[in-house]
């Protein structure tokens, strides 16, 4: 998977010519993605398969509408890749209707609300410092003020969900969309529990994936399948695809979904994206990525061991998929100080607030780590208490002002990376 050793201006020799000043910015991204640990859990490395399909002259051409039903002709291939494509996601989610236009994960979740509400219609969502997304009906988002967002969170003794807290606002809300999944959710998510409280109130019920379609695909985590309407996904974080999305469907909500992508919410979809997508996907169905996607788990749920046994406070107590979510209040430390620290020692990870934060959204408590990048390079269970160890001497560095530390670990993690070269990469 790993490219072969060619200086940039090699590897990429006309864009090396033509802008020496951006060619430069791309080469200095890859060698700071080559030589840090990355833990950011929404994202990975992708291959270089994926890689030469983004970057392909699909991207010339103009196709609004669905294969066999466009408004511009010269379609021949385009209409291929397109079906070729929503086969694959169809075969691999096990949904009867796949939409693989929707530019990235906000715009397709966007076309769910078009597709099943009216403006001041309620859906239900899980909070944003609770977990959720800034798109299930969040304050701030279109999608909190032109619908009727109403939050659930999760319990302060156990950190997960409690699913008698949202049938009892589902009752009392009676939505007609209800969200579940999240972005900083370290736990297992129960489809079906939702499905038959959205059967209850009579609510469509969305799957929203994004953070965890690899580990569905790969089968680390049950799949919604069997119980949701609609499923909303991103494809570049564990599924390991390109920034783009999808959303699949029962047959029954085919038709809304399409006309809510489009004309409804988009104009012409990236094809280029579209093929790297499909290439992910059959990726995605192999052999490999099943062990991929297994590792992802049992990486983050060592880490998550190692972690507590060096005093760290895990929200939920530990996890059953890609992220751990870490309170830092114990270490004395606000999240955003140990993150720059981190990030100064190789160790790239994002502040991120903890369920009942007292402090503030842009300066919170937490941080938000995870296992899906380093996994992509081959980076073993047995690595991660020595990454637990880094972690560990530099929030503690960050406490007392100890740059020395924080530039031993940098030159520590530095080696590790060069012995794990990354999917996508030159190596050095
Ligand atoms: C990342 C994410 C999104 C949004 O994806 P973008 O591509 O960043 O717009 C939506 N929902 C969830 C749960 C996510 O984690």
Redesign the pocket.
């Known amino acids: 998977m790993t490219a072969p050793s060619v200086p940039a201006d090699l590897r990429r020799p006309a864009l090396a010519a033509a802008d020496p000043e951006l060619a430069a910015l791309v080469a200095a991204e890859e060698r700071l993605q080559a030589d840090t640990l990355r833990l950011i859990p929404?994202e990975n490395y992708v291959s270089a398969a994926v890689l030469e399909a983004s970057g392909t002259v699909l991207q010339n051409k103009y196709s609004e509408g669905y294969p066999g039903k466009r408004y511009y002709e010269g379609q021949q291939i385009i209409d291929q890749v397109e079906t070729l494509t929503a086969e694959r996601a169809k075969g691999l989610f096990g949904m009867d209707h796949a939409n693989v236009q929707p530019y990235?994960?906000?715009p397709a979740?966007l076309a769910v609300y078009l597709a099943f509400l009216k403006p001041g219609d309620t859906v239900l969502g899980m909070s944003l410092p609770m977990g959720g997304?800034l798109?299930h009906g969040w304050g701030v988002s279109a999608t909190g003020t032109w619908f009727n967002g109403v939050q659930y969170g999760v319990r302060r003794d156990t950190g997960r969900v409690d699913l008698d807290e949202v049938r009892d606002l589902a009752l009392a809300e009676r939505p007609k969309l209800i969200f579940c999944?999240?972005?900083a959710v370290p736990r297992e998510i129960d489809f079906a529990g939702f499905a038959s409280i959205a059967r209850e109130v009579g609510a469509v019920l969305v799957a929203?994936i994004?953070?965890i379609a690899g580990l569905i695909a790969g089968g680390a985590h049950p799949s919604p399948a069997p119980h949701v309407d609609v499923v909303s996904t991103?494809t570049h974080?564990t599924l390991r695809g390109p920034?783009g999305?999808m959303l699949l469907s029962r047959a029954e909500h085919a038709r809304a979904i399409d006309r809510a992508v489009f004309p409804g919410l988009q104009g012409g979809p990236h094809n280029q994206t579209t093929a790297a997508i499909g290439v992910a996907l059959r990726e995605a169905a192999t052999p490999d990525f099943r062990s991929y996607a297994r590792d992802v788990v049992t990486n983050a749920r060592t880490l998550g061991e190692e972690l507590a046994a060096r005093g760290f406070d895990l929200v939920s107590g530990g996890t059953d998929n890609h992220l751990l979510l870490i309170d830092l209040t114990a270490k004395d430390v606000p999240g955003k100080v140990a993150a720059k620290a981190l990030d100064r020692a190789g160790i790239v990870v994002n502040h991120n607030s903890v369920p009942y934060d007292t402090r503030k959204p842009f300066d919170p408590s937490g941080i938000r780590i995870g296992t899906p990048a380093l996994t992509s390079r081959g980076i073993p269970a047995s690595e991660m208490a020595t990454v637990a160890e880094w972690i560990t001497r530099v929030v503690q560095a960050a406490r007392t002002g100890d740059e020395s530390t924080v530039s031993e670990v940098r030159s520590e993690v530095k080696a590790l990376m060069d012995g794990y070269p990354a999917p996508g990469l030159p190596v050095s």
Do not use: E, F, L, Q
């Open positions: 929404s990235s994960g906000s979740n997304h798109t999944g999240g972005t929203d994004a953070h991103t974080k920034r999305a």
